[in-house]
């Protein structure tokens, strides 16, 4: 019913208004047939009197299969214009656009004009649609920007009170781990909703890469600490020019990963630069590893693999806005792995000219 109704509404110009129409774009070629025939009867009536009658029957000859292929023409012609209504109507519907067929008229063609209004209609629904899509875009980035800022009080707040002595030693140690790991998630959001502007938040300048790491390793004493996990840090020289924030946070991602997925007790981390490339550092795990057929997907955005499956906690995220941030620095990052092996993570990394010198 409501299909019909909007065939109703877009037949509610009346089939003669539209061949009316039809006739009016083909005026061009009517002209022309009236030019000819009107030669045609001059030079015959000047030259052959005698056949004048008989050239009277050619003229209603030519014009009926004129009037054939027009007709069929025409049919082509009035259904098009049928078919644009209906599409203008359900745009009118759809996105409250301006739709007016009677601006139609005032083209010199008709079709054309009908073509171009429903172009346009289109054009201003894509823009309100954008328009829209933008604003939600906004109004979610500054939802969760303020949520990340606000639920920083009450992560610092419990610092504080584990820091008393009302709690066990052991208890305390655990819940500070899941604290961290409350804050880590926090700088996640942060930093993914800062990723599109980051170029307004980039400072580059020389960077001690060893000093980066100590700092990142610092902070995730905690989650060594607790799961037993052994660190070996080579000690480098090494100055990269970059931002220290973004790729202080693209290693405390890394590291993340490891611990998470080496094995109590017995797993390892290895810190150190290749022997290939000295510019390129590597950090390396024994932990479960990597499925082949997850590999070539791990930077994706919500992409878990297996191991994000079997973890039931993994957000997909962590290594897809390490490659999305590398490359925004001008750095690569590239994986090995092998399943119940382990991993390798290889990050090429800008270097001073002091250093390639």
């Not at 309100?128 to 906004?138: H, I």
């Not at 840090?233 to 946070?249: A, H, I, N, Y």
């Not at 490339?277 to 992409?303: A, K, Q, S």
């Not at 962590?318 to 925004?328: N, P, T």
């Amino acid at each position: 019913m409501e299909a019909m109704e909007k065939r109703k509404k877009a037949g509610g110009e009346s089939s003669l208004g539209l061949w009316l129409d039809f006739v009016w774009e083909c005026k061009g070629a009517l002209l022309l047939y009236g030019l000819t025939v009107f030669l045609f009867m001059a030079v015959g009536a000047l030259y052959r009197m005698e056949q004048v009658s008989r050239l009277l029957y050619a003229i209603p000859l030519s014009a009926f299969f004129w009037l054939a292929a027009g007709f069929f023409a025409g049919k082509r012609y009035v259904a098009k214009r049928r078919e644009l209504l209906l599409a203008g109507e359900n745009l009118k519907q759809l996105g409250t656009v301006e739709w007016n067929p009677d601006l139609w008229r005032e083209k010199r063609k008709p079709l054309e004009g009908a073509y171009e209004g429903l172009i346009e209609a289109m054009e201003e629904l894509r823009k309100r649609k954008q328009s829209l899509e933008e604003e939600a875009q906004t109004a979610r980035g500054d939802y969760y920007l303020m949520w990340a800022h606000q639920i920083k009080t009450p992560i610092a707040a419990m610092k504080l009170l584990l820091g008393g002595e009302t709690i066990g030693s052991r208890e305390r140690f655990l819940l500070k781990e899941e604290l961290f790991k409350t804050e880590q998630y926090v700088e996640m959001v942060l930093h993914y909703q800062r990723l599109e502007s980051m170029g307004q938040d980039l400072v580059l300048q020389e960077c001690d890469l060893y000093t980066l790491l100590k700092q990142a390793v610092k902070k995730y004493a905690v989650l060594f600490i607790n799961k037993g996990v052994r660190l070996q840090l080579s000690e480098m020289r090494l100055s990269v020019l970059t931002d220290e924030k973004w790729l202080g946070f693209c290693i405390e991602q890394i590291l993340s990963n490891s611990i998470k997925y080496t094995a109590p007790a017995t797993g390892c981390i290895s810190i150190y630069l290749w022997e290939q490339e000295p510019h390129t550092l590597v950090v390396e795990d024994n932990g479960i590893g990597i499925r082949p057929e997850d590999l070539p997907r791990i930077f994706e955005r919500g992409f878990t693999g297996y191991n994000g499956r079997m973890d039931k906690k993994s957000t997909g995220i962590g290594l897809y806005l390490c490659r999305q941030i590398l490359d925004r620095l001008g750095n690569q990052i590239r994986v090995e792995s092998r399943e119940n092996q382990g991993t390798r993570v290889y990050l090429s990394l800008y270097q001073t000219k002091e250093n390639k010198d």
